[in-house]
């Protein structure tokens, strides 16, 4: 078990620099897992909004807009992934993270029907679904004035040290399997927006 996570956290640090550094929608992996399919929309919204959020260039509103956007993404996943983390611990088993990822080992997001599944499941699926919508209406609002820069090697080193950092974790629980999931699946909930601002300047002053 151990070494089948370790594996999708090591396709999921590849999928993280592919993530920055290429066109995103040219570059999602599917049918590799719920890991992989949380990393994705972690890395890629927290990177689109990074790159607009310390901008002055943006309307007011517009900006407004956007964090609305990512509190909603942030609130609709937040829920999925504490709720299941709340699952895995009550009978000290995962069986649902088991059942969802073999879901997402199959199909892709967009392929799947809740419908063919259970109620705990289905219900999961469902909400999946709805946050991979909020997902979609975030990454494609881009704020007026202001162009998009470019992605940085340093964005990919970031995402690549958080991968390294979750395999540390999961190898110093790997012999409980349910905290080793829910180490997991807590690393993978988005960042809190005052997280993500002027990661650049507080870099400048540290350095000074």
Do not use: C, W
Not at 89 to 113: A, C, G, L, Q, T
Not at 146 to 153: D, G, I, L, W, Y
């Amino acid at each position: 078990m151990a070494t089948k996570i370790l594996l999708k956290i090591f396709i999921t640090g590849i999928l993280g620099i592919f993530v920055f550094q290429f066109p995103l929608a040219q570059n999602k992996l599917t049918k590799l897992g719920l890991v992989s399919e949380l990393a994705y929309i972690k890395m890629s919204a927290e990177n689109h909004l990074s790159e607009f959020i310390d901008s002055s260039s943006i309307i007011a509103s517009e900006k407004k807009e956007l964090l609305k956007k990512y509190l909603e993404l942030r609130t609709a996943y937040d829920q999925i992934i504490l709720q299941l983390i709340s699952d895995n611990n009550k009978k000290n088993h995962i069986k649902y993270f088991k059942k969802i990822d073999r879901v997402f080992y199959r199909k892709s997001i967009e392929e799947i029907d809740e419908g063919n599944y259970r109620k705990k499941v289905r219900r999961y699926i469902s909400a999946l679904k709805s946050a991979n919508r909020l997902y979609k209406e975030f990454i494609n609002f881009i704020p007026k004035e202001n162009p998009k820069e470019k992605s940085t090697a340093q964005d990919a080193l970031g995402a690549f040290t958080f991968v390294s950092s979750t395999i540390k974790d999961i190898r110093e629980a790997r012999s409980k399997k349910v905290e080793a999931i829910n180490l997991l699946l807590n690393d993978l909930r988005l960042s809190p927006i005052q997280e993500l601002g002027k990661p650049k300047e507080d870099k400048e002053k540290k350095e000074k």
